[in-house]
């Protein structure tokens, strides 16, 4: 069955600290894999996807990592502020024109 | 670019009563959208798979006449929650395949609260 998880549920972070967010997924041939941010009572918004020829993504102060062999991607955020708090959801595809599957979530909280 | 729209962004009704949510794509066209359902604190469950011009393609449980799709163009996919009740409370997103492909642009989501 293929699945993606994400651990921890919940972080909190003091302002300006860098973090990592984990992302495990149980079948190493993922075609592509994405990261998203959801805003309490908000739609998705994407901020990186990864290709599986791909190894990382940079967007401003995020870095997403795939690494298929480990089953595992991880959203580096530097530096990070009160506005980045937010649920992160890893989603992944298995084939073309298959469908999303979402891990659970993580909720960051950056405190000021 | 890569706009997509749900109205309405909130809807309370009583039940026994049908509801319509549209999902938009404002500046692309999308022959594919999905619906996911969101549960507070959880993640996106995909309800179905809309195809402009077919038939949906659901998920295993999800009740198709409770949870009527229709695609009628390339901009406009809707979902109907036929006789709702209490449990269909939840939050209803809609994405739109957009490129480059397998890229999902997500609306902004509806919140349905059934009394």
């Known amino acids: 069955k293929q699945e993606v998880t994400q651990i921890p549920a919940a972080l909190s972070v003091p302002e300006g600290e860098n973090l990592v967010l984990n992302c495990s997924f149980t079948d190493s041939a993922i075609y592509n894999l994405q990261w998203f941010r959801q805003d309490p009572g908000k739609g998705l918004t994407s901020l990186l996807l990864?290709?599986?020829?791909?190894r990382e993504q940079t967007s401003g102060r995020l870095n997403a990592s795939l690494d298929k062999s480990s089953g595992r991607s991880t959203l580096y955020i530097a530096a990070s502020q009160p506005g980045d708090s937010a649920t992160y959801l890893c989603a992944g595809i298995y084939n073309q024109g298959g469908k999303l599957i979402f891990g659970q979530g993580t909720e960051l909280s950056v405190k000021p | 670019g890569a706009v997509v729209s749900q109205h309405p962004s909130r809807v309370i009704c009583k039940s026994g009563t049908s509801v319509k949510i549209e999902c938009r794509s404002l500046?692309?066209?999308?022959?594919?959208m999905f619906w996911y359902r969101q549960f507070p604190k959880k993640s996106l469950m995909l309800m179905a798979t809309?195809?402009?011009?077919?038939?949906?393609?659901?998920e295993q449980g999800v009740e198709k006449d409770k949870f009527l799709i229709n695609h009628a163009s390339l901009t406009l996919s809707t979902l109907t929650v036929t006789s709702a009740h209490p449990e269909d409370s939840s939050f209803y997103i809609c994405?739109?395949?957009?490129?480059?492909?397998?890229?999902?642009?997500f609306g902004p989501g509806t919140r349905l609260t059934v009394l």
């Open positions: 994405s739109a395949d957009g490129r480059p492909p397998d890229t999902q642009y």
């Open positions: 809309s195809n402009e011009g077919s038939k949906a393609t659901y």
């Open positions: 990864i290709q599986s020829s791909q």
């Open positions: 500046d692309f066209q999308a022959t594919t």
